[in-house]
C-alpha cells in the first residue's frame, strides 16, 4: 500500500514540477515578447524624433498636443500652481518677425514652461507661429516623458536639432543657464547663470534673429532645496547624465514630484536687436548684445520682482553668474524702486 502512496505521490509531484516548469516558460516567452515588441517601439520612436528634428517639424496631431498641455495644466491646478498673471512688452511683438525665445529661470525642474505654459509653443504665442521649447537630450530619452515632450513640441537642445529648426525658419525657446543654473536652483535666491561662449548670443547673431526673453515668477518657488546634498546631484549626474537638485515638494516629501502651491507670474521683456547676420561675429559684438540682453533682464525682473516673488526673496535682487569668470557690470541704478536703491543694490554687489 505504502509503494502505491509512494508512486502516485511521485506522479503528482512530476506534473506539478510539470506545470510549474510550463508556467515558467510562458511567463519567460511574455516577457521575451513584452521586451522585443518594446524595442521595435522604442527604435520607431528614435527615428521619428530624429526625423522630426532633421526636419524641423511637429509630432503627432495638434489636437493631441493641445489636449496633452491642458491635462498637464489642470494637473498642476490640482496641485495649486497657476499663472495668474501674464504681461510685458514681448506680447505684443511684430508677429511678421522671427525671434529666438528664451526663459529664465531654469528652476528645479523646469516646471512651468512644461505643465503651465506648454500650449504656447503649440498655438504659437507671443510670436505667431509655433515654436520649439529645447531641454537636455537625456531626458528625451526617458521612457513616456520623451515622447511626451517630443508631441509637445520640445526638442533636444543640440546643435543638430537646433540648426535643423532654425535652418527652416523655425522659432526656438532655449533657456541660457541650462544645467548650470538647474544644479544650482535656490528657492530663496532668484539667479541666472550664462555659458562661457555665450552661445544662445552666437547663435541669434549668426541667424539675425531678436532675442526674446520671458521670467517666470514663482518657478523656483515650486519646491525647496535641501542644502548639504550637491554631492548627490553629482552623483546622479556621473550615472545618469541628470541633473537633479535635492528638494522637498509638499507635505516635505524628499524628491517629491508634487510642488508646493504657487501663484506663477509670467512677464516678457522687450525684444533685443541683434544686428544683421552673421557667420562668425566677433567677442566685440557677442559681449555688446550680451550687455543690452542682460540689461533688459534686469530690468523685467526689478520692475516685477517685488509684486511677484515673496519679500525676503525679491530683496536680496538676481544674482548674475557668468561661467566664462568675466565681471558682471554694476547694476543701473534707474531700474530699481527708490525705496529699494540703496537695500537692493547693496546686496547685488556684495555678490559679484
Known amino acids: 500500500m505504502t509503494g502505491h502512496v509512494d508512486r502516485i505521490c511521485g506522479i503528482l509531484d512530476f506534473r506539478m514540477k510539470a506545470a510549474s516548469r510550463s508556467r515558467a516558460g510562458s511567463v519567460s516567452k511574455r516577457f521575451l ?35 496633452a498641455c491642458r491635462t498637464m495644466r489642470f494637473l498642476a491646478g490640482l496641485q495649486g500652481v497657476r499663472l495668474v498673471s501674464e504681461s510685458g512688452a514681448g506680447l505684443r511683438c511684430d508677429r511678421s518677425r522671427r525671434y529666438m525665445l528664451t526663459w529664465h529661470p531654469h528652476g528645479f525642474v523646469v516646471y512651468c514652461p512644461i505643465f503651465i505654459l506648454a500650449e504656447k509653443s503649440i498655438v504659437g504665442e507671443p510670436v505667431g507661429t509655433p515654436w520649439h521649447c529645447t531641454g537636455a537630450p537625456a531626458i528625451f530619452k526617458l ?51 550664462f555659458p562661457k561662449n555665450l552661445g544662445f548670443i552666437r547663435m541669434a547673431i549668426r541667424t539675425g534673429t531678436p532675442l526674446l526673453m520671458m521670467y517666470v515668477f514663482g518657478e523656483n518657488q515650486l519646491f525647496r532645496r535641501v542644502d548639504g546634498m550637491d554631492w548627490l546631484t553629482k552623483f546622479i549626474y556621473r550615472t545618469t547624465g541628470l ?42 559684438r557677442v559681449e555688446e548684445v550680451f550687455q543690452r540682453y542682460l540689461r533688459e533682464l534686469r530690468k523685467v525682473f526689478y520692475e516685477n520682482c517685488h509684486d511677484c516673488l515673496p519679500p525676503e526673496v525679491a530683496a536680496k535682487g538676481l544674482k548674475i553668474v557668468r561661467m566664462d569668470g568675466k565681471p558682471v557690470p554694476p547694476l543701473d541704478f534707474e531700474l530699481l524702486r527708490p525705496a529699494d536703491k540703496s537695500a537692493v543694490l547693496s546686496t547685488v554687489r556684495s555678490r559679484m
Open 33 to 67: 515578447f513584452a521586451a522585443a515588441l518594446y524595442a521595435v517601439i522604442w527604435r520607431w520612436r528614435n527615428r521619428l524624433l530624429a526625423d522630426a528634428t532633421r526636419r524641423g517639424v511637429t509630432v503627432g496631431p495638434r489636437w493631441l498636443a493641445l489636449l
Open 143 to 193: 521612457p513616456v516623458l520623451g515622447e511626451l515632450l517630443t508631441l509637445i513640441n520640445g526638442r533636444p537642445v543640440d546643435k543638430q536639432s537646433l540648426e535643423s529648426i532654425l535652418a527652416r525658419g523655425g522659432t526656438i525657446a532655449v533657456q541660457p543657464g541650462g544645467i548650470h543654473e538647474q544644479a544650482a536652483t535656490c528657492h530663496d535666491q532668484e539667479q541666472a547663470f
Open 243 to 284: 541633473t537633479l537638485p535635492i528638494w522637498t515638494g509638499k507635505w516635505g516629501i524628499p524628491q517629491a514630484p508634487f510642488p508646493v502651491k504657487t501663484n506663477v507670474h509670467a512677464r516678457w521683456g522687450e525684444p533685443v536687436e541683434v544686428g544683421p547676420a552673421e557667420e562668425n561675429p566677433s567677442e566685440e
